[in-house]
Nanobody, 126 residues
Framework: EVQLVESGGGLVQAGGSLRLSCAAS????????IGWFRQAPGKEREGVSI????????YYADSVKGRFTISSDNAKNTVYLQMNSLKPEDTAVYYC???????????????????WGKGTLVTVSS
C-alpha cells in the first residue's frame, strides 16, 4: 500500500524559510515521480514541483522557481521541499503526491498524480 506522510509545515514570517518532508512507503522511487502540490483557501490545487525518482530531473511551477528546491533521498524514501523567500501567497496546505513515471513532470504539475498524502499546512504571515 502506497503511503505518503508530509511534515514540516508551520507558521513563518514573509521572507523566511521552511523545509517540508514527505516520507514515502509502499514503493521505490526508481520508476516513480514524486511531487508537491498546494491548495490555498478558496483556490484550486496547484502543482508546485516534481522530481523524477530515477534520474532526479526536476520541474517547478513558475510561481516558485528560484525560491523552492525539491530533492530526494532515495535511500530514505523521502522527498524534501526547501522553501525560501516565502511570501504570504505561498500560504496553503501542501500535499505530497506520487505516480509511476509514465508522463512528463510538466504533465503531472498540471494534472496531478495517483497517490496523495493528507497534507501539511504552511502559513506565511506578512
Amino acid at each position: 500500500e502506497v503511503q505518503l506522510v508530509e511534515s514540516g509545515g508551520g507558521l513563518v514570517q514573509a521572507g523566511g524559510s521552511l523545509r517540508l518532508s514527505c516520507a514515502a512507503s509502499g514503493f521505490t522511487f526508481d520508476g516513480h515521480a514524486i511531487g508537491w502540490f498546494r491548495q490555498a483557501p478558496g483556490k484550486e490545487r496547484e502543482g508546485v514541483s516534481i522530481i523524477e525518482g530515477s534520474d532526479g530531473s526536476t520541474y517547478y511551477a513558475d510561481s516558485v522557481k528560484g525560491r523552492f528546491t525539491i530533492s530526494s533521498d532515495n535511500a530514505k524514501n523521502t522527498v524534501y521541499l526547501q522553501m525560501n523567500s516565502l511570501k504570504p501567497e505561498d500560504t496553503a496546505v501542501y500535499y505530497c503526491a506520487a505516480e509511476r513515471s509514465i508522463h512528463s513532470g510538466s504533465y503531472y504539475l498540471l494534472f496531478g498524480m495517483d497517490y496523495w498524502g493528507k497534507g501539511t499546512l504552511v502559513t506565511v504571515s506578512s
